[in-house]
């Protein structure tokens, strides 16, 4: 069995407190929200803080406030987004993203702060201390070289968080607090350059709450593609918000790509050649064969990447079918 490595646990009431913390012990030290993610990460020893600061006593982390915008506390279950009334009637996407993660006993732990903040994957270095060490590591912990590959400077860990891309294609934002103040970033911008620094925010840093405008008007979806039908995370997500006038023209379409590289994509590309055409068939197998180029699966994941690239496209169309009100059954199956 694999245990926790020792550490010393520093309840925060505050999270001005609990940011303060964090920069006084520097390196040393990590917020810890639900554990699901973190604690299953220490015990394979991919990181071992000295000092965890829990953020469960926090004030004001807690909560769903669904009066006009959408206000998440960072420590409200996943459970709870996924099964509130609001959240499922007016943010759908939002709620069946956070209901696709992991399993039930997991999301009744696990938060949406975490989910956003969720360590980036890769099958070289989610693996006990004692398989790392039997080839010789990576340079995400211990190691000096990419195992994926091996001539990069960087990290190609995937970003896995099934929410991450909803609330990028909703135009969601965070707050973030630190020893100082408090300021609010864009969820596309939380991302940082590499699988190893994968999130911009300062690690001092607490995020405290998700702000998702009112998308009244806005037909949404997520759509994620794992082996089993639960506990995995996604080898592929796809987040889509498209705002149709009332001619049926598409007058704004986010895509989002999960799972795909470091960080979530935006297909930019393909938003752009949606804009001011008609949501049908013709349209949306176009849109997709532009939207899942910048995927960049490598094999460090589930099933094969090639695979996994081709299955953007597919689940990027039938995303698109799904907010344009068509069939998403007649699309070509792709076997891995
Ligand atoms: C078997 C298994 C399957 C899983 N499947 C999925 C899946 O399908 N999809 C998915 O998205 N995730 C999955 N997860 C990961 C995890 O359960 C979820 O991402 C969960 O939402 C993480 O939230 P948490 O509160 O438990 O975060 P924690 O584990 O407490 O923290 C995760 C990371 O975020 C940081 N952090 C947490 N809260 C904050 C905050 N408020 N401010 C700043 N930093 C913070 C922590 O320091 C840590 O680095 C899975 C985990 C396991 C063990
Ligand atoms: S992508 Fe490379 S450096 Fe990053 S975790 Fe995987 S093997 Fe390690």
Redesign the pocket.
Known sequence: MLRLPPFRYVAARTAREAARILADNGPDA???????????NMKRRQMTPKVLVG?RDVAG?HGIDANGALRLG??AT?TEVAEDANVRERWPAVAKAAG????PP?RN???????L???TRCNYYNQSEFWRASIGYCMKRDGDVCLVAPGSDKCWALS????APVMIALGAEVTLVGPEGERRIAVRDLYGPDGIAYLAKRPE????RIHVPDRAGWATTYRKV?RRGS????ILGVAVAVRLTAAGVVDEARIVLGAVHTAPVEAGDAEAFLRGRRLDAEAIEMAAGIAYKPAKPLDNADLGYAWRKRMARIEVARALREVAGLPTGDLPAVTA
């Open positions: 990590m917020p810890v929200a639900g554990g699901t993610d973190l604690f299953p953020l982390v960072a420590m996943l696709l993660v992991s399993s997991l732990a696990g938060t949406i702060g975490g989910n903040c969720v360590d896995s968080s099934d929410t840093e607490v995020l405290t794992r506990i995995d995370f996604p």
